[in-house]
């Protein structure tokens, strides 16, 4: 449905640009933008890869071992369903990790990862279990720390200081998780009431 409404938006758009005849200005918005586009992701791809490096350091260290073991008491509080030594937790907190360190590309295959070990303990159900919608919310209101991508962005366009949208990005994906859970919580507690 999505790539129906964005064909739709885009005909209409160059219609409406050769109505008004502005078609040229369109032609070299349209080449200026693929230019600015390819120039962004070249830039991404080298703070991704160093940042993925360092992930990958982490991990051979043991680092992210100790990482998950620090957090997997809480993970546990939120998963209560899901037994420690599954498959299933050990993906979610390494995209819990990935998604602190602000790598959304490498949180996303664990999150699928996540999400199909879930449904393996869900019996492999069409309806989404607890921990499933949990794992959702927390994916989507992940806390980071280092948002890498931002700091990338900011560093392509000459930012004076890249690094000084750290803390307020802690502090508002800290307060976004927060949120999440106890919206979370309370229509878990709702629905356990009623089932």
Excluded: Q
């Amino acid at each position: 449905m999505v790539n129906y409404i964005w064909v739709f938006m885009t005909i209409v758009g160059l219609l409406f640009a050769v109505i008004n005849g502005t078609w040229h200005e369109v032609n070299i918005a349209i080449f200026d933008g693929a230019k600015e586009a390819v120039t962004l992701c070249i830039g991404l791809i080298s703070v991704l890869v160093f940042w993925l490096g360092m992930m990958r350091i982490a991990e051979e260290s043991g680092l992210l071992e100790k990482l998950s073991k620090l957090f997997r008491p809480l993970v546990k509080i939120l998963f209560p369903d899901v037994p420690a030594n599954h498959p299933a937790m050990g993906y979610i907190l390494s995209n819990m990790i990935s998604n602190m360190f602000g790598l959304g590309n490498a949180a996303t295959p664990l999150g699928i990862k996540a999400m199909e070990e879930l449904k393996k303990l869900n019996g492999g159900k069409t309806e989404a279990s607890r921990s499933m919608v949990t794992f959702l919310a927390i994916n989507t209101a992940s806390v980071t720390i280092i948002p890498t991508t931002v700091i990338a962005i900011r560093m392509n366009y000459h930012s004076a200081s890249p690094t000084e949208i750290v803390v307020p990005t802690i502090i508002a994906t800290l307060l976004s998780a927060i949120g999440a859970m106890l919206i979370d919580r309370y229509f878990y507690y709702r629905r356990s009431r009623k089932g």
